[in-house]
């Protein structure tokens, strides 16, 4: 449904009328110290934040008598006259939060008394003193006999009065600014009986609570504390009046805190503190965030109506259900109306942990690395999820994974995350039934053990396989994505992937949102052309140096047949050289959605190797390809003859003179060759070897750094805890030359071709000076093919068993490194 606008602007305010008539003045920020009196009196909402407006007075709104909504948030105002809403009776929502407004003394009676209409009324965030003395709550709530939702300020002592029982229509109170430090049973004695939902979110001090401060709430509803400083033992407590009553929402995400003069840290739930809780006929209950390390006696599932539960989420915790895993999923199924579970984040353990162990032998204190080994995991055979549920999420559990099977029996099931588990086991996933899959999440899991493990989902829309190593199923024949034929998003990103195969992707007709970001391509693959379908295309943090002609004009065609497309090219490696100018040209003509406004950074080997932004090579495009247009072969022509009269006269000088000019060279080479050695790298040479090459590397790093040089080896110079392929990278950017070590297992590591890519990359900037190539008890033959795209430029040494030999071999590696 459209809805046109009117805007006009009106002094300082912009007045807007929609289509039904609706008119509404906004005047944000404009430096008003008094209501504005010469707006359209028909105005149906005004808002007034960010003014300096400190006193309303009498009559100021009563021109505006079509007033609803009323925003005056974010002034100064202190003090409210009784006649300043005379007129308003129309008025239903009026919000004055973050002011300056005293619960004592700003709000004289009958101030509320023309808003008999007022439904919603926020005064919240006003009281920014946090006083100890006793605060009486003496604004007239009386006068409002129909308001529904009220936000207000909890201070440190309050007392609310009497007044506070004739608001018979209240259904929502909510305290913002918690100044409050004890609550005691009588805390809320004079609020009316019939409210529905107590909103408590932001008590950042510790409250002390006693357990029956909620009697007055019979009807309570909803219960949210989010975020307040209570404590989970605590906040289960106060639940005692609302034993064996029906709730909407009960809301206690993080509500633990550290309190160290209560000593109050990690929760470990017993029976005792769920007592009240499992009485309770529970729609939504969020446990999440609340540092829960341990469960007693299967204390979480005692629930007694466990059909009423809805929404359970319990993430952010640490406690493991390894000791009643199986009744933990028995109490899932029995929650037949459950549509929402959320079980993540949970830091159970590392993987492959390395534990120290102090022990005295011999009288002396010796410290050993101790490794762990794993025990078997506590296989679940199967699980059964209730078949009312819409949305299930498992996500970042730092444990190990024992569910060999979910059951999905005609299921609602629409939103499936499973993700980021330390696991070498992946559940295969059984739909008795029809499926309503539409978003699947399988990130940070080793895509191969995902193959084969799901049904056909062809109401699936959304996949996200982030993290997954998917480079190793691309590498074989199978097609991960015939299960999901219909899917329009497809997230692969952050997978190292080098080239996709022309079946690589399956036929994914409906394609329309394609992420390839964070990968390693070094150009776009041609399979993607195949692909119809596709309006948004994120090829950003790649290897790119350009876009070739046929991907060109397949992203034309799909603009012009979809009248929309987005690419995402930030963070490339692109070039701009005669071989790159159209594509360069075709940036600055593009009408499809470029990010960064299509303007990159570049490299030019046109102007001294220099980086630059597309968008200045293209206002300067004549200047920068000058020499890349028809005239440039009459010039070479000339150049060449020209050239071939100074050759031979130079020849004859130098043939006279062949010995002096020799050594000149010479000695300017080494000068030269010395002055690089400032260059601003950290490592002189980066060492790329394996497993059965070590023994030479240790020889090799003695051999070099005796020469005063510096050098990079993996064992040694890694930093701990950083990602490996990150270091690797970082590693090779900061190393003027790279050695690949290259012996008889080098076929068996994959990190290999890693290195073998990123010299080419380091390479291709220019970084990179030597790559050496040095071959030990292996064939020319048996090489890795990677390096056939960059062997003109590799340095080769065949390493040799002769000891006169082995001495001239170092010689050569010496003085191609200095």
């Not at 929609?18 to 906004?26: D, R, T």
């Not at 942990?353 to 002396?364: M, R």
């Not at 010796?366 to 999420?393: A, C, H, S, T």
């Not at 995402?568 to 005669?578: D, G, P, Q, T």
Request: hydrophobic share 40%; with cysteine; glycine share 4%.
């Amino acid at each position: 449904m459209f809805v046109h606008l009117l805007v006009v602007v009106f002094t300082k305010c912009t007045i807007k009328q929609k289509q039904n008539g609706y008119k509404e003045a906004l005047c944000m920020n404009q430096g008003f110290k008094t209501v504005p009196t010469n707006l359209p009196p028909d105005i149906k909402k005004l808002d007034l934040t960010y003014n300096n407006i400190s006193i309303i007075r009498g009559y100021e709104f009563n021109k505006y008598r079509y007033l609803q909504d009323l925003n005056i948030n974010r002034n100064v105002l202190q003090y409210l006259e009784p006649s300043a809403f005379y007129g308003l009776g129309l008025l239903r929502r009026l919000s004055m939060s973050r002011n300056n407004v005293q619960l004592d003394t700003s709000y004289p009676l009958g101030v509320f008394k023309p808003l008999s209409n007022l439904l919603e009324l926020d005064i919240s965030r006003n009281m920014k003193d946090d006083s100890k003395r006793n605060i009486s709550y003496k604004l007239p709530v009386n006068e409002l006999v129909n308001i529904q939702d009220l936000s207000i300020d909890l201070v440190a002592k309050p007392y609310f009065g009497k007044h506070f029982r004739d608001l018979k229509c209240l259904q929502k109170l909510r305290f913002e600014f918690c100044h409050v430090r004890y609550l005691h049973n009588n805390s809320f004695i004079d609020m009316p009986e019939h409210i529905t939902e107590l909103h408590m979110s932001t008590c950042y001090s510790f409250v002390v609570m006693e357990t029956n401060i909620l009697r007055p709430f019979l009807n309570l509803r909803t219960l949210n504390l989010t975020n307040s400083n209570i404590h989970l033992t605590q906040g289960l407590k106060i639940l005692y009046p609302l034993q064996n009553k029906s709730m909407d929402n009960i809301l206690f995400r993080k509500i633990t805190h550290f309190v160290t003069r209560f000593d109050l840290g990690s929760v470990t739930l017993t029976t005792a503190d769920m007592k009240y809780i499992s009485t309770i006929c529970i729609k939504t209950l969020d446990l999440s965030n609340n540092n829960i390390v341990s469960i007693k006696n299967h204390s979480l599932l005692t629930f007694k109506y466990p059909e009423c539960f809805e929404n359970l989420l319990i993430s952010g915790n640490r406690f493991a259900t390894n000791n009643f895993a199986i009744n933990f999923w028995i109490l899932v199924l029995k929650m037949k109306n459950l549509k929402l579970l959320d079980y993540s984040y949970i830091p159970l353990e590392f993987s492959d942990p390395v534990y120290l162990n102090v022990y005295s032998k011999d009288n002396n204190q010796i410290l050993v690395k101790e490794r762990e080994e794993r025990g078997d995991v506590d296989i679940i055979p199967v699980i059964m999820l209730p078949n009312q549920i819409e949305y299930f999420r498992t996500t970042h559990i730092m444990g190990v994974n024992g569910i060999k099977k979910i059951i999905l029996f005609m299921s609602r099931l629409r939103h499936l995350e499973i993700s980021y588990i330390d696991t070498s086991i992946f559940p295969e996933v059984s739909i008795v039934g029809s499926n309503h899959i539409q978003y699947l999440d399988i990130s940070g899991i080793n895509s191969v053990i995902t193959v084969g493990k799901f049904p056909v989902l062809k109401h699936l829309k959304t996949l996200i396989m982030k993290e997954s190593k998917i480079y190793e199923v691309l590498r074989t024949t199978k097609t991960i994505f015939k299960w999901f034929p219909n899917i329009r998003t497809l997230d692969i990103s952050y997978n190292f992937i080098l080239n996709i195969p022309s079946d690589g992707l399956g036929e994914l007709r409906l394609l329309r949102k394609l992420n390839l970001s964070h990968n390693m391509l070094e150009s776009v693959p041609e399979v993607l052309t195949s692909f119809k379908s596709i309006i948004e295309l994120d090829l950003s943090y790649n290897l790119l140096t350009t876009l070739k002609r046929s991907i060109r004009d397949w992203i034309d065609e799909q603009y012009k047949k979809h009248k929309n497309f987005q690419l995402y090219l930030n963070k490339n490696s692109f070039i701009c050289s005669c071989d790159t100018k159209d594509f360069i040209l075709w940036i600055s003509k593009h009408k499809v959605i470029l990010d960064q406004k299509g303007n990159y950074t570049c490299w030019t080997p046109i102007a001294k190797g220099r980086t630059n932004y597309t968008g200045n090579i293209v206002e300067k495009y004549q200047d920068y390809f000058v020499e890349c247009g028809n005239t440039l072969w009459l010039k070479i022509g000339s150049s060449l003859l020209g050239s071939l009269i100074f050759i031979i006269i130079c020849a004859t000088f130098v043939y006279n003179l062949r010995r002096r000019i020799i050594f000149w060279f010479y000695r300017t080479l080494r000068r030269m060759q010395e002055e690089s050695v400032n260059v601003n790298f950290k490592y002189d040479v980066y060492v790329s070897y394996s497993d059965d090459g070590t023994q030479f590397v240790k020889e090799l790093t003695d051999t070099i750094e005796n020469c005063g040089l510096k050098i990079c080896c993996e064992d040694r110079d890694f930093l701990a805890g950083e990602p490996i392929a990150d270091e690797r990278a970082r590693s090779i950017h900061l190393s003027r030359h790279i050695i690949f070590l290259v012996t008889p297992s080098i076929v068996q590591n994959e990190w290999s071709r890693f290195e073998i890519e990123r010299a080419k990359f380091e390479k291709l900037s220019k970084e990179l000076q030597k790559i050496i190539v040095i071959t030990k008890d292996i064939s020319l033959d048996d090489i890795p093919v990677e390096f056939a795209t960059i062997w003109n430029q590799v340095n080769l040494i065949v390493w040799p068993n002769e000891e006169e030999e082995i001495a001239v071999a170092w010689k050569k590696l010496l003085i191609w490194l200095f």
